[in-house]
């Protein structure tokens, strides 16, 4: 015998001050899962395709995984493109400025500049 199965529907908000909020329990120290899994994308896609297969702040995001390991990087890469505007901007950024931005610390300034760093030695020994 088929069983049926009874659906409920959540009214939409009509207006900026309805509400309809929707939360889910996730456990105290663990990533939920799309955060985890677009990082693995992030990096199978950097791996399989370099550089050239990612936009600018796809490639900051892999850079700030490494200073910040169990929180979402997004939000903080559109805060720094929306100041410095491009990549290099970021890269080069002066750590005083960078730490106007809200999420920036050390070890976010650290990773920008080994970056900075290894682009610029790269760079004279091409020559």
Known sequence: MS?????????L??????E?????????GKLPSYIADHRQRLRARFLSGGADAMPDYE?????LFRAIPRRDVKPL??????????FNGVITAAPERLLEVKGVGEAVICELKIVAATAQRLARSRV
């Open 20 to 28: 309809v909020v929707i939360s889910q329990a996730i456990p105290e």
């Open 3 to 11: 069983q049926r199965h009874q659906f409920s529907e959540v009214s």
């Open 59 to 63: 490639l900051l995001e892999l850079v």
């Open 77 to 86: 890469t559109r805060d720094l493109f929306n100041k410095f505007n491009y």
């Open 13 to 18: 908000p009509l207006f900026e001050s309805d």
